[in-house]
């Protein structure tokens, strides 16, 4: 932890520059492997790596910004399979996870707050809420800063079951106990072998038009990610008819981003020293007395921006 010197004043606020992208991550030596119940998976095949190459990133952007009705990414395969089929076994593991949402509007199950996860579900997670992952999506997306939740408020694991919808709807623009800002959601899918006659598609809808424009059905491995906005509608209406009852099963985590991100608001993020010496307070008072453009430059030209 760096300790800047400072009085507490309270000067104010100033943009801070973004940091630079770091689309490829520090991927593990080739021989690493996890095990979890006899299973090795390698570390470096958890997430395919093609997907952060420079001009990989730009594609996909493009292919993001460019979907319908409203901006979304759907992507096969990102995930070992093996790592998945782990995921699905858990499902059933710890039924005190579970809670039940019914209304006239939908009908499904979701973990509960801050769940314990299984070690595959919870290496799933790790993956999705490491940094390096985070600034791929913030590459992806043009969003700066961006938060996970590791308590999975909304998020965690989704199952549907026989006669099960969501009514077309817009996600909470705000998590309920943190306050922040609701960015985009991240869902893959878990089910096999998965027949569209069956219903229950995620359907993506044009608000104006009052129609489905894009249809995505959820198939093993497919992920979708779906920015927040305020035409972002999705949901499906058409209730789960599987002919051997099997359910509809996914996993999902919501990114967020906080009003305070990228800015510097006085000096409340460095450390106050209780005793200082005389010529720091100096210091001090002449940036309190000085306009802050000026300390930004001074700053910038030091390097210390």
Same mark, same amino acid.
Request: positive net charge; contains cysteine; charged residues 20%.
């Given at each position: 932890?760096?300790?800047?010197?400072?009085?507490?004043?309270?000067?104010?606020?100033?943009?801070?520059?973004?940091?630079?992208?770091?689309?490829?991550?520090?991927?593990?030596?080739?021989?690493?492997?996890?095990?979890?119940?006899?299973?090795?998976?390698?570390?470096?095949?958890?997430?395919?790596?093609?997907?952060?190459?420079?001009?990989?990133?730009?594609?996909?952007?493009?292919?993001?910004?460019?979907?319908?009705?409203?901006?979304?990414?759907?992507?096969?395969?990102?995930?070992?399979?093996?790592?998945?089929?782990?995921?699905?076994?858990?499902?059933?593991?710890?039924? &005190?996870? !579970?809670?039940?949402?019914?209304? %006239?509007?939908?009908? =499904?199950?979701?973990?509960?707050? @801050?769940? +314990?996860?299984?070690?595959?579900?919870?290496?799933?997670?790790?993956?999705?809420?490491?940094?390096?992952?985070?600034?791929?999506?913030?590459?992806?997306?043009?969003?700066?800063?961006?938060?996970?939740?590791?308590?999975?408020?909304?998020?965690?694991?989704?199952?549907?079951?026989?006669?099960?919808?969501?009514?077309?709807?817009?996600?909470?623009?705000?998590?309920?106990?943190?306050?922040?800002?609701?960015?985009?959601?991240?869902?893959?899918?878990?089910?096999?072998?998965?027949?569209?006659?069956?219903?229950?598609?995620? &359907?993506? !809808?044009?608000?104006?038009?009052? %129609?489905?424009?894009? =249809?995505?059905?959820?198939?093993? @491995?497919? +992920?979708?990610?779906?920015?927040?906005?305020?035409?972002?509608?999705?949901?499906?209406?058409?209730?789960?008819?599987?002919?051997?009852?099997?359910?509809?099963?996914?996993?999902?985590?919501?990114?967020?981003?906080?009003?305070?991100?990228?800015?510097?608001?006085?000096?409340?993020?460095?450390?106050?020293?209780?005793?200082?010496?005389?010529?720091?307070?100096?210091?001090?008072?002449?940036?309190?007395?000085?306009?802050?453009?000026?300390?930004?430059?001074?700053?910038?030209?030091?390097?210390?921006?």
């Amino acid at each position: 932890m760096s300790a800047v010197l400072t009085l507490p004043l309270d000067p104010p606020v100033l943009e801070q520059p973004l940091p630079p992208a770091a689309p490829q991550p520090r991927f593990p030596p080739a021989s690493d492997f996890v095990s979890i119940r006899g299973v090795r998976l390698p570390r470096m095949e958890l997430v395919d790596p093609s997907l952060f190459a420079p001009e990989r990133v730009a594609q996909l952007r493009e292919q993001l910004m460019a979907g319908q009705p409203f901006p979304h990414l759907v992507l096969d395969h990102i995930f070992h399979p093996a790592l998945l089929e782990l995921v699905l076994e858990e499902f059933d593991a710890r039924p &005190e996870n !579970w809670t039940e949402v019914k209304s %006239r509007y939908e009908s =499904t199950r979701r973990s509960v707050l @801050g769940p +314990t996860l299984a070690p595959a579900t919870q290496l799933y997670f790790d993956i999705i809420h490491s940094g390096w992952f985070i600034d791929w999506l913030s590459a992806l997306t043009g969003v700066p800063y961006l938060l996970s939740d590791p308590k999975l408020f909304g998020g965690g694991l989704h199952e549907s079951r026989t006669g099960a919808t969501f009514a077309v709807h817009r996600d909470f623009n705000r998590h309920r106990h943190l306050g922040l800002k609701n960015e985009m959601v991240f869902i893959t899918y878990l089910n096999k072998g998965w027949d569209p006659s069956w219903g229950s598609a995620l &359907e993506l !809808w044009d608000k104006k038009h009052d %129609r489905c424009v894009t =249809t995505v059905q959820p198939e093993f @491995g497919r +992920t979708i990610l779906l920015p927040h906005g305020p035409v972002s509608y999705h949901g499906h209406t058409k209730p789960l008819q599987a002919p051997d009852g099997r359910p509809r099963r996914s996993v999902a985590a919501y990114y967020y981003s906080s009003p305070l991100a990228g800015k510097q608001h006085g000096d409340e993020s460095a450390s106050i020293f209780m005793k200082t010496h005389r010529v720091d307070r100096a210091k001090a008072i002449a940036r309190m007395l000085t306009p802050p453009a000026f300390w930004m430059l001074a700053r910038k030209m030091t390097g210390r921006a």
